[in-house]
Structures are given as structure tokens and as C-alpha cells.
């Protein structure tokens, strides 16, 4: 039962009060409009995180007890993908002092756990270990990556350069790839420890954009992609995705043009893009390069000054926010056409 004053200052006072009490409610639906708006997604694996980031020291120390602690709690295949997963990228860091070159070689997994450094094989090594001792269907994949040392037009031979992970989640194969889930080898060539949880169950369609499986029957594609198409492919990183964007028109890394190329990319209203053009060496001034917005396509118009090769660096960000732009995906340009 309530109670309200009839008194000419009681009802005011209760007019106030409903007044008060709707702009309060205002202001809550507002702000919760704005987070829809910024698409803010809650961790659907916050649970399974939480219990693999608070392991005690005691139960890390072999694969018996680690296997074991991190499938508690565990309630189903994905869940303990997810917890391992977590684990992994939070406490083993990228050896960057390893010698370049067969990136793949083998660390067993129990030098990993114990050294809490490794390389792409030791990564995908100690999942496979921890995560069949916990009752996982696993397969360590190898194969060509477009990483750090990459740069659009480049060819693959020779020694593989990556390993990473495929993982049966209710009768269906998952990608997984715990070492660049960990973090990043910046442009100085200094790794940052960064959880990525982009690489946790990548669709293939998006995956094959950067990982090329040494047996073709693991890209889990209706049509498999050779490995020149591959080489061929738009340099896409995980942002590309992350961010909504779209191919419409240059699906192909290497653009060959006279002086003008038209791009064209399908980017959602709340992402905007950033792009340099250079040559390999210098970046060229801003009036090189123009983009225009027509509804969800962004047209990227680029004048070449003159006959060469060029990179053309894409960036992206959400719109409203202070994160920096990151890099997104990256075109080589060649004209070989006297202007």
C-alpha cells in the first residue's frame, strides 16, 4: 500500500519525485541504447576464464595435475577448449629469440609447461597434450602462415612456418590457435603479450585468409584453395573480421593498374577506415589517397604519382571511441604504366 499526501505541498513534492525518478530512468535507457549501439558483448566463457586465470602454482607444474585442475568445473567439450585455451595464451609467452626459420620444430610440451616460452609448435603441442589428457579430440595442424614477417605478394615453399590446432566440439572440428591468441610481433619485431580471443573457434572461411593447412582437407571449406589462390588473397587480419568489413570489389592481394584504382568495401556505419600509401620505404602524403561513404560501402580512391610498387595500408576502429586505428588488411598496387 502507498501513500500520497494531498496537501498542495505534497503533491508537489511527489511531482518532484516522479519527475526525479523518470529522468533517472532516462538516462539508464540511454546508456543502455548506447551500449547496444556499441555492440558490447558479453563473455559468453567468463566463467571458464575466471578458473583458468586463478590456477594455484601447485597444480601448473605437470600435465597430469594442470590437465586435471583446469577440467573441473568443466561442463562440456567447449567449455574445456575455452579454459585451455585461456590458460595457454595467458602463460606461455613467444619465444622471439628462436632462430628463424622452421618455426614448427618440436618442444615437447613438458619443457613448455616448465620453460613457459615457446614457438607455434610448442603452443600447439602442449594444447594437444593438456587438452586429450582432459578427454579432447585433437589434431595439431601445420601448414603456411601470413604473419609477421609477411608482406602481400610474397610465395610459400619450402619448411612449414606455423602449427595450430583443430579440436572436435560436438562432432564438428573448431579452429584454435593458442600463439597468436597469446599476442603480437609488433612492427619493432618486440612481441606483446596480448590475449586475442579472436583465435578461439575461427570460422574457416575466415581462417584460410592467414592459414594455409599443409593437408588440404583441413581447410573444412566446401572448396579447397590452392595454394597460389591462397598466396593470392587479400592480406586480411583478425580486425577485418572483428570489425564487420566485407570484400566487394579486389578480392585478390595485387592490384596491377595505370595510374587510378577504385576500391570498394563494405564497412558497417559505426567503423571507420584510416589509409597510407607507400612504397615500400616512404609514406606518401594524404592526397594520394581519398575514400568516400555511400551507405555501407567505403570507396577508396588511390592516384598512383608514378609508375612502381605500392602498399596500401588499411586501418579501422569503431567510430566514438578512443581506441587507435589498427591495421585492418593491406593491397600491393603495381603500375607499370608510363603516365
Not at 590437465?67 to 562440456?76: G, I, K, Q, V
Not at 594455409?212 to 588473397?233: A, C, K, Y
Request: one cysteine or more; aromatic letters at 12%.
Amino acid at each position: 500500500m502507498s501513500f500520497v499526501c494531498k496537501t498542495n505541498s505534497g503533491i508537489k513534492q511527489y511531482m518532484i519525485f516522479r519527475m526525479c525518478t523518470l529522468f533517472h530512468l532516462t538516462i539508464l535507457i540511454t546508456s543502455l541504447l548506447f551500449c547496444v549501439g556499441q555492440t558490447v558483448i558479453l563473455n559468453p566463457y567468463k566463467d571458464a576464464d575466471n578458473h583458468a586465470l586463478n590456477i594455484p602454482a601447485t597444480r601448473e607444474q605437470s600435465i597430469k595435475d594442470l590437465s586435471e585442475y583446469l577440467a573441473m568445473n568443466c561442463h562440456n567439450d567447449i567449455e574445456k577448449a575455452r579454459v585451455l585455451y585461456r590458460w595457454i595464451t595467458e602463460n606461455i609467452y613467444y619465444d622471439t629469440g628462436f632462430t628463424r626459420g622452421n618455426l614448427t620444430g618440436f618442444v615437447s610440451p613438458d619443457s613448455v609447461l616448465q620453460k613457459r616460452t615457446a614457438v607455434c609448435g610448442g603452443y600447439a603441442g602442449l594444447y594437444k597434450s593438456l587438452s586429450e589428457a582432459m578427454g579432447l579430440t585433437v589434431v595439431e595442424l601445420d601448414g603456411y602462415a601470413k604473419g609477421s614477417h609477411y608482406t602481400p605478394g610474397d610465395s610459400f615453399s619450402g619448411p612449414y612456418n606455423h602449427s595450430w590446432i583443430a579440436v572436435q566440439i560436438d562432432s564438428n572440428w573448431q579452429f584454435i590457435d593458442p600463439t597468436w591468441g597469446s599476442g603480437y610481433i609488433n612492427e619493432k619485431r618486440e612481441y606483446v603479450h596480448q590475449f586475442n580471443d579472436y583465435y578461439f573457434l575461427v570460422p574457416p572461411e575466415e581462417l584460410i585468409y592467414s592459414h594455409f593447412p599443409g593437408n588440404p582437407e583441413w581447410q573444412l571449406l566446401d572448396s579447397t584453395v590452392t595454394l597460389r589462390e591462397f598466396e593470392n588473397m587479400v592480406f586480411l587480419k583478425d580486425v577485418f573480421f572483428k570489425n564487420n568489413l566485407h570484400l566487394k570489389s579486389h578480392k585478390t592481394g595485387t592490384i596491377k593498374t595505370g595510374k587510378n584504382v577504385h576500391i570498394e568495401i563494405i564497412v558497417p556505419v559505426e567503423v571507420e577506415l584510416l589509409t597510407l600509401l607507400d612504397n615500400g620505404g616512404d609514406i606518401l602524403p594524404n592526397k594520394f589517397t581519398n575514400q568516400k561513404r555511400t551507405g555501407d560501402i567505403c570507396h577508396l580512391y588511390i592516384t598512383l604519382p608514378e609508375p612502381g610498387e605500392y602498399f596500401l595500408r588499411i586501418f579501422s576502429k569503431q567510430k566514438n571511441t578512443r581506441e587507435s586505428y589498427i591495421l585492418t588488411m593491406v593491397y600491393k598496387i603495381i603500375s607499370r604504366v608510363q603516365y
